[in-house]
């Protein structure tokens, strides 16, 4: 606030008008690089808000090459071979050059990359024969979706994370007659999904949670400490804490992009990384993986 009560600190949203003037643009063209173009927005009580900052960004990222070609930030769905070998990509990395990822599941991933917080998402969402249809369709519930591609990594077995105490079950009906502990994922995430989805398949209820964990990481680990006897994962997390595992099914993994990222050099230089002998070799030893569709492009918003 100034001296006199007046408040001369511009607002950090501009209202369509506003950031058609900012941009040089009539509002009906702003209305359609919303979709079109990506261009950073929000809908508030029926009317759109453009954050001035990420409009900035925006522009700078639209020039020729873009100006966050020594950046790579990945945020989505937890896997350990996608970030054992984007840490291997990050240690060979010149100075000055962020490489980044933050495993805070398939949602929140995509709610960063719509925002333009994030580069890309790595998401899973349901069975592997069902992920054309249901990655579309979960993209096209985020912004600026219809400007993204998504690149295929894996298919990677999905189930349940057991402790080594836990006697060995046949199914989910046998296991929850056990009642064990349970570790649970948040909402947004993959394995949640999964896994509830799986319950209701099976006409079954879950036992109550006695914890929810951040990751599918964390909720490993937990399970390894005894802090529960069971989580939803992957086959290779629980390898990677040598937990016992018991199987659902499979789903696919997929890398999440603006279109002009995926030609961008460090984008490029993480799937070679993924490709190469030393990260199939990890992911075998995880086990769980079927590296056959990695680098195929997937349709990004496209519903059969």
């Known amino acids: 606030m100034s001296a006199d009560g007046d408040d001369t ?32 927005a929000t809908k508030v ?35 350990p071979w996608l970030a054992h ?41 349901g069975e592997a024969h069902h992920a054309t249809r249901r990655h579309a369709l979960l993209l096209r519930e985020y912004t600026g979706s219809s400007n993204w591609v998504m690149v295929q990594l894996a298919l990677r077995e999905q189930g349940v994370m057991l402790s080594r105490t836990l006697p060995s079950v046949g199914g989910l009906r046998e296991l929850f007659e056990r009642r064990p502990r349970l570790i ?16 209701s398949a099976a006409g079954l209820a879950a036992p109550e949670a006695v914890q929810v964990a951040a990751t599918e990481r964390e909720a490993a680990f937990m399970v390894a400490s005894g802090a529960g006897d069971c989580a939803p994962g992957t086959r290779a997390a629980a390898g990677e804490f040598n937990l016992h595992f018991l199987p659902l099914g499979s789903e696919a993994l997929d890398l999440v992009m603006p279109r ?27 086990g769980g993986y079927d590296l056959a569709p990695l680098g195929r492009l997937r349709e990004a918003n496209s519903v059969t």
Request: proline share 4%; hydrophobic share 40%; with cysteine.
């Open 45 to 79: 009580t029926g009317k759109w808000l453009f954050p001035r900052k990420l409009l900035d960004d925006w522009l700078l990222e639209s020039t020729h090459g873009g100006v966050l070609a020594d950046r790579l930030l990945i945020a989505g769905s937890d896997d």
């Open 184 to 199: 649970q994922r948040g909402e947004g995430a993959g394995s949640q999904h999964f896994f509830a989805q799986a319950c």
């Open 260 to 286: 002009t990222l995926y030609f961008r050099a460090l984008l490029q230089q993480l799937l070679a990384e993924l490709a190469s002998d030393d990260s199939r070799d990890l992911a075998a030893r995880l």
């Open 85 to 125: 070998s984007i840490a291997r990509l990050a240690q060979r990395a010149d100075d000055g050059t962020l490489i980044a990822y933050s495993p805070c599941g398939t949602r929140k991933g995509l709610a960063l990359l719509a925002q333009r917080r994030a580069n890309a998402c790595p998401i899973h969402w």
């Open 9 to 40: 600190t511009p607002s950090p949203y501009l209202t369509a008008r506003e950031a058609a003037a900012y941009l040089h643009l009539n509002e009906k063209t702003l209305y359609a690089m919303i979709q079109d173009s990506g261009i950073p």
